[in-house]
């Protein structure tokens, strides 16, 4: 039991609830109400397969890395409590789930499955050579959506690339708030991001913007999808939490970064995916 908390305290696994709501938001709307069991079932498998996949790779690739960073120097791997042969094992299980639950939706799902995996993979090492990495993990989440939507439709459609770039500036821009805290480790390392490179001022302007125009995005959502007031009371509310969650971080303050990072977004994506749920259910209301 004990090694199996430390499996999943090194792939965080307890946040898969910042993309897995947008995978259910996906289903929804694709749905126009619930899916199927069987749907339910295999989305959620490949979701949670695809997150445990990326965040194995994430701390085998970056383990080095980890260790020189006071920050994530006690995470189990560099701290030796779980090897590396153990979170390949994890890596390969999560692989093959991943690919079961694709080819149990359907045959699109299935196809377009290497695609996902070459950015679940490839990602991690974007932050060493581009400082557009924090918009690569966005896009890269954003899947999570679009995938939810082609589960249920087993087709791509303009809806499902709406809510690809809602999910793409909402996760980039928390992700350079979150990058704040590494500009000195990054600078030193040789690693790109957007604090590293053009200040933490700089970062979070844009992660400003980045939060704006999710908001704008969620907002045609709701027009093309013909969501009900629950929606857009839903919308209101993750637009005052961005807004918070922008105004506690700023350049000469991080202290509260944790709070705005864990907290508030995990809040935000079920917040979404709960009032476009029932935003459906009442179109009228």
């Known amino acids: 039991m004990r090694q199996v908390k430390v499996l999943l305290d090194n792939i965080r696994f307890e946040h898969t609830v910042f993309a897995l709501p947008f995978a259910y938001l996906g289903v929804t709307l694709a749905a126009r109400g619930l899916p199927t069991l069987w749907q339910f079932i295999w989305i959620t498998i490949a979701m949670a397969s695809a997150r445990t996949l990326a965040m194995s790779l994430n701390r085998l690739i970056d383990r080095e890395l980890d260790a020189r960073n006071p920050r994530t120097m006690h995470r189990p791997l560099p701290r030796g409590m779980i090897s590396a042969r153990a979170v390949n094992f994890i890596s390969v299980i999560a692989f ?35 400082w557009l990495s924090h ?134 994506s079920v917040i979404v995916f709960v009032s476009a749920l029932f935003g459906i259910w009442f179109p009228h209301a």
Do not use: M
């Open 135 to 268: 918009w690569i993990l966005g896009f890269t989440d954003g899947i999570a959506a679009a995938g939810g939507w082609i589960a249920v439709r087993a087709s791509f459609d303009p809806l499902a690339l709406l809510l690809w770039f809602a999910v793409t500036v909402w996760i980039g821009g928390f992700d350079l708030i979150y990058a704040c805290q590494d500009v000195e480790i990054d600078q030193r390392e040789g690693l790109q991001s957007v604090p590293a490179r053009f200040g933490i001022a700089t970062a979070l302007t844009l992660a400003r913007v980045n939060h704006a125009l999710t908001v704008l995005a969620l907002a045609v959502v709701g027009i093309v999808a013909q969501l009900g007031i629950a929606f857009w009371i839903g919308l209101i509310v993750v637009a005052i939490l961005l807004a918070y969650e922008n105004a506690i971080v700023k350049p000469n303050d991080l202290s509260r970064l944790n709070l705005a990072f864990f907290n508030v977004n995990g809040y935000i």
């Open 96 to 130: 093959a789930l991943f690919e079961f639950a694709a080819w149990q939706l359907n045959t699109l799902c299935f196809l377009l499955s290497p695609l996902a995996l070459i950015f679940l993979v490839g990602y991690h090492y974007t932050k060493r050579f581009t």
